[in-house]
């Protein structure tokens, strides 16, 4: 196939910023942005080929998602999977988003580990719950279950466990006084584990008779 020619380069303002349109000799556009014409070197009157004009609109379509997905993440640490939904839902292609999100990791603004550790840093001084409801949270966010349970584990171990069950149930009797299902073991067991205790503290805490 014969090479294109470029006629000219005209500057457009959008509300994104500056954009250049590229028209071709067939009738064509491309618009892409100010850099990748520096970058590409992309000069009035030059020939392009096909190819190279698809190129441009990859490098557009990527650069543009890169810059979308580090002012996402500027706001708060994200995992791997919540930055693949976000480029989703802004309707970038697959190629575009497996691209944008190995560039991101390569600078080190994208790490499910990191992601792990600041979440439950998070989760420990605003929730009461057990490790077994931390990580279901964390695969819910796409963490590696492995990976979840080595970040979860030492911070929630059986005594830390102990301790905020106790206060948990403590703070149920309370505000349960006098109510008929104040203390079934059944019952505060079951409290327990759906707030991600493990089996043995909740049947432990749930036996005691001071509830």
């Excluded at 979840?148 to 206060?167: G, I, N, S």
Aim: hydrophobic letters at 40%; charged letters at 35%.
């Amino acid at each position: 196939m014969d090479d294109l020619r470029i006629l000219r380069l005209q500057v457009v303002k959008r509300r994104a910023g500056e954009r250049v349109v590229v028209e071709l000799d067939n009738g064509s556009t491309v618009e892409v942005d100010p850099e990748i014409v520096v970058r590409c070197g992309v000069k009035s009157g030059a020939a392009i080929s096909a190819e190279t004009v698809e190129r441009l609109r990859y490098d557009d379509e990527l650069l543009r998602a890169r810059r979308r997905l580090t002012k996402y993440l500027s706001l708060r640490v994200k995992s791997v999977a919540d930055a693949r939904l976000y480029l989703e839902r802004a309707g970038f292609r697959e190629t575009i988003i497996t691209a944008a999100i190995a560039d991101t990791a390569e600078r080190d603004l994208l790490d499910d580990q990191r992601f792990a550790e600041r979440y439950v840093r998070t989760k420990l001084k605003t929730a009461t719950v057990g490790p077994l409801r931390l990580v279901a949270e964390l695969t819910a966010h796409g963490v590696d279950p492995s990976l979840a349970e080595r970040v979860v584990a030492p911070q929630y171990d059986r005594a830390w466990q102990l301790r905020a069950a106790e206060r948990l149930l403590r703070k149920r009797s309370q505000s349960r006084s006098g109510t008929d299902d104040e203390g079934s073991d059944k019952r505060l067991y079951e409290f327990l584990r759906r707030r991600g205790f493990e089996e043995d503290v909740a049947r432990e805490l749930a036996q005691r008779s001071t509830w």
